[in-house]
Structure formats: structure tokens, C-alpha cells
């Protein structure tokens, strides 16, 4: 099973909830606290770890028993350490991060059912939770938490027309409610105990959250430039998200990665070629396989200068390969080389590649490609 299910389906309703529950609830009725809070995730997806410091430390001076204080601890190991399930160290303290939140949000429960704040904090690190265990491999751990996270989740689908943030939480699960299981039919008879979805309602669903959203606007803006790129390949439109997000984000190698991406995939390659540059740069796999990539892409397509090309696709494809991270990258790598092989006339060579590509891709784009060259 592909842990990509997880990382695109449950961490993003983190950021969904954790503000509009708390609006209403304990900790956020506090002026001051809610800015703090939002100071310091603000630092975090911006890689500025040192600066949200402070105020972690202030919201925890004031709340010292508050599951807020080991969440945010975990979301930025999480960022910091990416990916963290491959850092031994880095993933024991997020997991125990994780369990400080789940035990005090317990308590925060037991004292008062009713109490909306715990219900998000419950949701959020059982979605944490569901996602590392399938990052292990640990499937069947990973469903447990998933199916509690779910039971959390459906409460949102009733509040949109209350709270515009519900949203982007309800149409990101209408989208992947269907996606997913077309993408890895494996999985579809565990679908069955989850409710239908509507793939364009929940497209429509994440827009409205992006554009009436406040506190989901971020999430709603990647999410939506990762759908439009990979699903329904549209990187032009993808465009009109990444740009605002990695000019907010420009620190945050990830928004940086998806914006080179739509840029490149959109044929905007003079300005994908500084970006493509910088991440082929950095020493960590994930990055400087994606920017090698779209530096193949550029030198393919823009410069017609195959044999540069070639020499970006095979280092690409030599890096380290993370099935979350990086797995759609190679594909798009071998399918270069493919093209290249083609175009020299070795079309054995160019199967081969293609076959290589065929299992390891998901974009739609890619898919429709191989289709068509091994037909």
C-alpha cells in the first residue's frame, strides 16, 4: 500500500481543524494566545524553527498542561526532520510528542465530552499517528488510526455553511474518496466503511475553501496545486496557488519544490530554471531529485539539448528513491530518458525505460504517456 494515501488524506486535517475548533474553545478565546499560535506555525512552514521558539515557549508558560504545546512540538519535528520516519531519533520524539498531545487531549475529553477543542486535538494526532504507522509499514496500525481520525472527521461535513474553514477538510476528502482507490485498487474493499466522495465537488469544495478560508488558506493552496499537477493535470492552473504559497513560503523547500513544478510542467521554464538551479542544489535527496528533473524537463524541452538532458535524468534516477517523496519524479525521469532513447533510435532501450517508469508512476500525465508508447 502507497503511504502517500496518508500524507495527502490525514496530515492535512491538522491544519484544517486546529484553529477553527480552538476559535471557539479554551485556549483561543485568549487574543494573545491565538497570535502566538499563529506566529509560531507561520515560522514553522517557513523552516524558521528557531524563530517560532518564543513562542511556543509563551503559549506554554501560559497553558503548561495544554495538548497544543507537544502538537505544535510534533509539527515542527515533522518539518524539520522530513522525512522524519527515515531519522530514528527525530521519529522516537515525534511519535512522543505525538502520545503527550493524545493523553492530555484524553483528559481534556474525559472531563468534558462535549468539549470541541479536545475533539480536534484527538483528531489531529490520531491523523499524525495514522500516517507515521503507514510511513513504517505498519498497515494495520495505521487503519486503526485512521478509521478514529474518520469519526472525527465526519463531524466537519455538517459545519461548512458555519465555518467556511470545513471546507477544505470535507473537499479534500470528497477528492481522495475516489482518487485514491482509482489510483490503487488494493485498498477498495477497506473503502466500503468510508462515505462516498464526489471527485469535482470536492475540487470546487477545496477552492472555496482557499478563497473564504482563513486559516486553511495555506494547506488549501498546496493541496489544490498538488491535485491540479498530478490528477488532473492542469499546471497552469496549479499555478495560480503555488505562486502566492512559495512567495508567503519561500523558505519552505516543499512549497518551493511544487511551484518549480507547476512552473515547469506549465512551459514557463525561464522562470522554473532559477528554482529547478537551487533545489538541485541542496544535499537532501528529495529536493535535488526533484530540481534534477525539471532541469531535464528544461533542457529537453525548452533547449532541445537531449544529451545534457540525459545526464540530469540519470542522476535523478541513481538518488535515493522515497515512495512518498520522490517516486513520481523518477518516473518522470525515466520517461525522459524513454523520449531520449526514442529519438536515438533505441527503441528497446526506450521500453525499457518506459516499463521501468510504468511502475513507479501516478501523475496522470505520465500514466497517459506510458500508455501510449507501450501500446
Known amino acids: 500500500m502507497k503511504t502517500r494515501f496518508y500524507s495527502t488524506f490525514l496530515i492535512s486535517?491538522?491544519?484544517c481543524f486546529i484553529l477553527p475548533f480552538s476559535l471557539k474553545a479554551q485556549i483561543l478565546n485568549d487574543a494573545e494566545t491565538k497570535e502566538q499560535v499563529i506566529h509560531a506555525l507561520k515560522h514553522i512552514y517557513n523552516f524558521e524553527f528557531k524563530e517560532a521558539e518564543p513562542y511556543q515557549q509563551r503559549i506554554k508558560t501560559r497553558y503548561p498542561a495544554h495538548p497544543v504545546n507537544p502538537l505544535l512540538e510534533a509539527i515542527q519535528t515533522f518539518w524539520q526532520y522530513m522525512p522524519v520516519v527515515e531519522n530514528g531519533s527525530a521519529a522516537s520524539r515525534y511519535q512522543s510528542y505525538l502520545?503527550?498531545?493524545?493523553?492530555?487531549?484524553?483528559?481534556?475529553?474525559?472531563?468534558?465530552?462535549?468539549?470541541?477543542?479536545?475533539?480536534?486535538?484527538?483528531?489531529?494526532?490520531?491523523?499524525y499517528l495514522a500516517m507515521l504507522e503507514s510511513d513504517r509499514g505498519e498497515f494495520m496500525k495505521a487503519g486503526a488510526e485512521a478509521k478514529r481520525t474518520y469519526g472525527y472527521m465526519r463531524k466537519g461535513f455538517?459545519?461548512?455553511?458555519?465555518?467556511?474553514?470545513?471546507?477544505?477538510?470535507t473537499g479534500l476528502y470528497n477528492y481522495y474518496r475516489e482518487q485514491y482507490p482509482q489510483d490503487h485498487p488494493v485498498v477498495k474493499p477497506i473503502m466500503f466503511f468510508f462515505q462516498d466522495g464526489n471527485k469535482n465537488l470536492g475540487l470546487k469544495q477545496m477552492e472555496t475553501g482557499y478563497q473564504k478560508g482563513i486559516f486553511t488558506k495555506t494547506e488549501a493552496a498546496y493541496y489544490l496545486t498538488y491535485v491540479l499537477i498530478k490528477h488532473e493535470n492542469n499546471p497552469l492552473k496549479a499555478l495560480s496557488y503555488s505562486t502566492p504559497l512559495y512567495k508567503e513560503y519561500s523558505n519552505n523547500p516543499v512549497y518551493m519544490t511544487r511551484h518549480a513544478e507547476a512552473l515547469t510542467l506549465a512551459g514557463r521554464y525561464n522562470e522554473a530554471e532559477p528554482l529547478a538551479q537551487q533545489l538541485a542544489q541542496k544535499k537532501h535527496y528529495v529536493f535535488k531529485t526533484a530540481g534534477e528533473v525539471f532541469i531535464g524537463l528544461i533542457l529537453e524541452k525548452a533547449k532541445k539539448n537531449d544529451a545534457a538532458?540525459?545526464?540530469?535524468?540519470?542522476?535523478?534516477?541513481?538518488?535515493k528513491m522515497s515512495?512518498?517523496?520522490t517516486q513520481d519524479y523518477h518516473a518522470m525521469a525515466y520517461c525522459g530518458?524513454?523520449?531520449?532513447?526514442?529519438?536515438?533510435?533505441?527503441?528497446?532501450?526506450?521500453?525499457?525505460?518506459?516499463?521501468?517508469?510504468?511502475?513507479?508512476?501516478?501523475?496522470?500525465?505520465?500514466?497517459?504517456?506510458?500508455?501510449?508508447?507501450?501500446?
Do not use: C, W
Open 13 to 15: 486535517i491538522l491544519f
Open 158 to 169: 455538517k459545519l461548512m455553511e458555519q465555518n467556511p474553514e470545513f471546507y477544505f477538510s
Open 99 to 127: 502520545n503527550q498531545s493524545l493523553d492530555l487531549a484524553e483528559k481534556m475529553k474525559a472531563a468534558n465530552k462535549h468539549d470541541t477543542e479536545a475533539t480536534f486535538f484527538l483528531l489531529a494526532t490520531h491523523s
Open 323 to 325: 515512495e512518498q517523496y
Open 337 to 375: 530518458l524513454a523520449r531520449i532513447a526514442e529519438r536515438n533510435g533505441q527503441n528497446k532501450q526506450a521500453k525499457d525505460y518506459y516499463q521501468k517508469a510504468q511502475k513507479l508512476a501516478e501523475y496522470s500525465s505520465t500514466i497517459q504517456e506510458i500508455k501510449r508508447a507501450l501500446k
Open 309 to 319: 538532458a540525459h545526464t540530469y535524468y540519470q542522476k535523478a534516477v541513481l538518488n
